[in-house]
């Protein structure tokens, strides 16, 4: 197979399937294929700032599903300025104008509920994502408590609402559920849901079609705006400064803002600090990573979902081998409903679960490794002492592997750059620094990048 449009059409089915379809939409329907140029394939975008977001939460998916698809390991460029052919409801709500019908809800509580307008359409929204189908423990207790009254009472308690936890533990789960008993309780409420790239795209598109009025007219007369990823925007001046008079439009018009990202305010690199302090003006919370007995129970709601029973001592081993991602829960169940299913029905044991989901448990064993691990692995390699890493000492021969430390640590861990700064006893500019410096060698040297790809594995076999 060597056509780029076949090779990406059977990509695109392997992907449908692996990603949720709010997910798709968002992200992998918005990317066209260009090219192949020996080892590498080219897919393009509409801009470049979304190529950056690509790499950072899509490529390997991407990468995977282009090898089960072809049988052979690609190299994937991102490539921006494509025309991307939006779907037709998409299209569809581009050019529709925008309602002015504005009303007033209000309650026999004692307290009125805020005014609410235009209707918002729940088709955007994933219906899987209810507040009913989260399973609450007492890792995310105090972040479900928070969305509920939100939905309740939107722009009078917790405003804004800061939720922050490493990826796939229910933080997207959360705003949509928001989102769907908000529209449940006032039918006519504006509600928004929006990733800060998508935030982004279409400011970038404002500006190209001079439309900036329209942009900003949609953003600052909503009721409740929910955006996930926030931390997409450090280092991005210019959105953030819309993004910072978004905000202030509608906290200064009592509308709920709710914002998802995967660090805390501060710990979110080249944000301003004026929109740092705005996002603790209200609540922040976090979502931990569940105990055993809740994803033993998240593994029971799931396998209820999909109408299939697994012997209680597999849903066991399941919850003790993956603790880190409820995504990676729900990823092993589904790949064992799909197994079963397609095997006429075989019944699923221990050992066949060892067997189907021995990725996934590699996955996870990798993202439990620590910078205290990778940084004595490095200084076992280079022959240097754990100390000098975080030493103020700065000859080549320490800082060097410093610097392969740190951009291990940013590759293996979920950590902040931030934190991870704070474990070398530097700040997160060095990291930035360390990091690109390291990429630019294992792209120009090919024995370095074997000798990275070692000290991964020796990690990883920890």
């Given at each position: 197979?060597?056509?780029?449009?076949?090779?990406?059409?059977?990509?695109?089915?392997i992907?449908?399937?692996?990603?949720?379809?709010?997910?798709?939409?968002?992200?992998?329907?918005?990317?066209?294929?260009?090219?192949?140029?020996?080892k590498?394939?080219?897919?393009?975008?509409?801009?470049?700032?979304?190529?950056?977001?690509?790499?950072?939460?899509?490529?390997?998916?991407?990468?995977?599903?282009?090898?089960?698809?072809?049988?052979?390991?690609?190299?994937?460029v991102?490539?921006?300025?494509?025309?991307?052919?939006?779907?037709?409801?998409?299209?569809?709500?581009?050019?529709?104008?925008?309602?002015?019908?504005?009303s007033?809800?209000?309650?026999?509580?004692?307290?009125?509920?805020?005014?609410?307008?235009?209707?918002?359409?729940?088709?955007?929204?994933?219906?899987?994502?209810?507040?009913?189908?989260?399973?609450?423990g007492?890792?995310?207790?105090?972040?479900?408590?928070?969305?509920?009254?939100?939905?309740?009472?939107?722009?009078?308690?917790?405003?804004?609402?800061?939720?922050?936890s490493?990826?796939?533990?229910?933080k997207?789960?959360?705003?949509?559920?928001?989102?769907?008993?908000?529209?449940?309780?006032?039918?006519?409420?504006?509600?928004?849901?929006?990733?800060?790239?998508?935030?982004?795209?279409?400011?970038?598109?404002?500006?190209?079609?001079?439309?900036?009025?329209?942009?900003?007219?949609?953003?600052?007369?909503?009721?409740?705006?929910?955006?996930?990823?926030?931390?997409?925007?450090?280092?991005?001046?210019?959105?953030?400064?819309?993004?910072?008079?978004t905000?202030?439009?509608?906290?200064?018009?009592?509308?709920?803002?709710?914002?998802?990202?995967?660090?805390?305010?501060?710990?979110?690199?080249?944000?301003?600090?004026?929109?740092?302090?705005?996002?603790?003006?209200?609540?922040t919370?976090?979502?931990?990573?569940?105990?055993?007995?809740?994803?033993?129970?998240?593994?029971?709601?799931k396998?209820?979902?999909?109408?299939?029973?697994?012997?209680?001592?597999?849903?066991?081993?399941?919850?003790?081998?993956?603790?880190?991602?409820?995504?990676?829960l729900?990823?092993?169940?589904?790949?064992?409903?799909?197994?079963?299913?397609?095997?006429?029905?075989?019944?699923?044991?221990?050992?066949?679960?060892?067997?189907?989901?021995?990725?996934?448990f590699?996955?996870e064993?990798?993202?439990?490794?620590?910078?205290?691990?990778?940084?004595?692995?490095?200084?076992?390699?280079?022959?240097?002492?754990?100390?000098?890493?975080?030493?103020?000492?700065?000859?080549?021969?320490?800082?060097?592997?410093?610097?392969?430390?740190?951009?291990?640590?940013r590759?293996?861990?979920?950590?902040?750059?931030?934190?991870?700064?704070?474990?070398?006893?530097?700040?997160?500019?060095?990291?930035?620094?360390?990091?690109e410096?390291?990429?630019?060698?294992?792209?120009?040297?090919?024995?370095?990048?074997?000798?990275?790809?070692?000290?991964?594995?020796k990690?990883?076999?920890?």
């Amino acid at each position: 197979m060597t056509d780029i449009q076949d090779i990406w059409q059977n990509a695109t089915i392997i992907l449908r399937s692996t990603l949720n379809a709010d997910t798709y939409e968002r992200s992998i329907a918005q990317i066209v294929p260009v090219r192949i140029e020996g080892k590498t394939i080219v897919l393009g975008v509409s801009y470049g700032i979304f190529c950056e977001w690509l790499v950072a939460n899509y490529k390997d998916i991407i990468a995977e599903a282009l090898q089960k698809a072809t049988g052979k390991k690609w190299k994937i460029v991102f490539e921006g300025g494509h025309t991307v052919q939006l779907p037709e409801e998409e299209a569809a709500e581009e050019k529709a104008p925008v309602a002015e019908t504005v009303s007033t809800v209000t309650t026999s509580a004692t307290a009125a509920k805020p005014d609410l307008g235009q209707t918002s359409s729940s088709l955007r929204f994933n219906k899987r994502y209810t507040f009913d189908a989260f399973v609450v423990g007492d890792n995310s207790r105090f972040a479900h408590g928070a969305c509920l009254a939100i939905a309740a009472s939107p722009g009078t308690a917790y405003n804004p609402l800061f939720i922050h936890s490493p990826t796939g533990l229910g933080k997207t789960h959360l705003l949509h559920a928001v989102a769907q008993e908000t529209l449940q309780r006032f039918p006519k409420a504006r509600v928004e849901y929006v990733c800060s790239e998508e935030f982004c795209n279409q400011y970038i598109d404002a500006l190209i079609r001079k439309n900036l009025p329209s942009f900003r007219n949609h953003f600052r007369n909503i009721d409740v705006l929910l955006i996930d990823d926030i931390h997409f925007l450090g280092g991005k001046e210019g959105i953030q400064e819309e993004f910072f008079h978004t905000f202030n439009a509608l906290y200064n018009g009592h509308k709920q803002i709710v914002v998802a990202s995967d660090r805390p305010p501060h710990e979110i690199g080249g944000l301003e600090k004026r929109l740092v302090s705005r996002f603790e003006w209200g609540l922040t919370t976090d979502i931990q990573v569940p105990n055993l007995e809740t994803r033993i129970a998240i593994l029971h709601k799931k396998q209820t979902e999909h109408a299939f029973k697994i012997p209680e001592e597999v849903l066991r081993y399941i919850a003790v081998r993956l603790k880190s991602s409820i995504r990676r829960l729900e990823g092993a169940l589904i790949q064992l409903v799909s197994y079963s299913s397609l095997s006429g029905g075989v019944p699923i044991t221990i050992a066949t679960a060892e067997q189907l989901l021995c990725n996934l448990f590699n996955e996870e064993a990798s993202a439990q490794i620590t910078v205290e691990q990778i940084q004595r692995a490095v200084a076992d390699y280079y022959d240097i002492r754990i100390a000098d890493m975080t030493s103020k000492r700065r000859p080549a021969n320490i800082a060097f592997p410093r610097q392969v430390a740190m951009h291990l640590s940013r590759k293996l861990t979920d950590l902040s750059l931030t934190t991870i700064a704070e474990h070398f006893n530097r700040n997160h500019a060095t990291v930035i620094h360390a990091i690109e410096a390291i990429n630019e060698r294992q792209t120009n040297n090919q024995d370095f990048q074997r000798e990275i790809a070692l000290i991964e594995r020796k990690l990883k076999n920890l």
